[in-house]
């Protein structure tokens, strides 16, 4: 089965980026019935979704925080990325990198890193 | 304020039933599949039933899922204090153009 492993800075200063990155074992991050994506949750609150990417390059994100959002694939290291800019501490959350299996009907998430705390603070 | 709408918080005794419900529209739930996911203390999310109402493998059959129109129902039966988390529904958004999910429901078990 996948294990999802994320990894980056867990302090981020105000204004600047976010950078994360999600390392996939157990397959492939060059599947075809994958897509790949990034999940946050505020300290107490609820789950956010931030965006999906495939391994072609093919992506979408959440419209609110579309304009802000990059997402990467990089299949020699299993990897895939995410950077959030101009961060607030509105954007201090526990982020998730997710798997999305792709099938018949909806996708739906289902393999989940750890998680990994950033915090947005000076 | 969450595009799905789930009870804060639901309660029952170990060995009894509850039922989560999720309210949504026909941008979202009336038209497309929902799948749960389950929150334990301190861990990350883990998938509970998609499709509305399949289990992943491993998942024991005490859990069920169901649709019915805009709305989905999360049931768990023979509660055990195990199952005390929270719960959480999803499934995207056409009008969005977004994944969304429920608010989440903190169950206890009694």
């Known amino acids: 089965q996948l294990q999802l492993q994320e990894s980056g800075p867990g302090l981020v200063k105000p204004s600047e980026t976010l950078s994360l990155n999600c390392t996939v074992s157990?397959?492939?991050?060059?599947?075809?019935?994958?897509?790949w994506g990034w999940i946050r949750q505020p300290p107490g609150k609820g789950l956010e979704w931030i965006g999906s990417i495939h391994y072609s390059g093919r992506n979408y994100s959440n419209p609110s925080l579309k304009s802000r959002v990059t997402m990467s694939v990089d299949t020699s290291k299993n990897q895939f990325s995410v950077k959030l800019g101009s961060v607030t501490a509105a954007d201090t959350a526990v982020y998730y990198c997710v798997s999305l299996l792709v099938g018949p009907t909806l996708p739906y998430f289902d393999y989940w890193g750890q998680g990994t705390l950033v915090t947005v603070s000076s | 304020q969450s595009v799905l709408t789930q009870p804060p918080s639901v309660s029952a005794a170990p060995g009894q039933k509850v039922t989560i419900s999720c309210s949504g529209s026909s941008s979202n739930i009336g038209n497309n599949y929902v799948s749960w996911y389950q929150q334990l203390p301190g861990t990350a999310p883990k998938l509970l039933i998609y499709?509305?109402?399949k289990r992943p493998s491993g998942i024991p059959d005490r859990f069920s899922g169901s649709k019915s129109g805009t709305s989905a129902t999360l049931g768990i039966t023979g509660l055990q204090t195990g199952d005390e988390a929270d719960y959480y529904c999803?499934?995207?958004?056409?009008?969005?153009?977004?994944?969304?999910f429920g608010g989440g429901t903190k169950l206890t078990v009694l």
């Open positions: 499709d509305n109402g």
């Open positions: 999803g499934t995207w958004d056409s009008s969005l153009s977004a994944w969304v």
């Open positions: 157990g397959g492939s991050i060059s599947s075809r019935t994958y897509y």
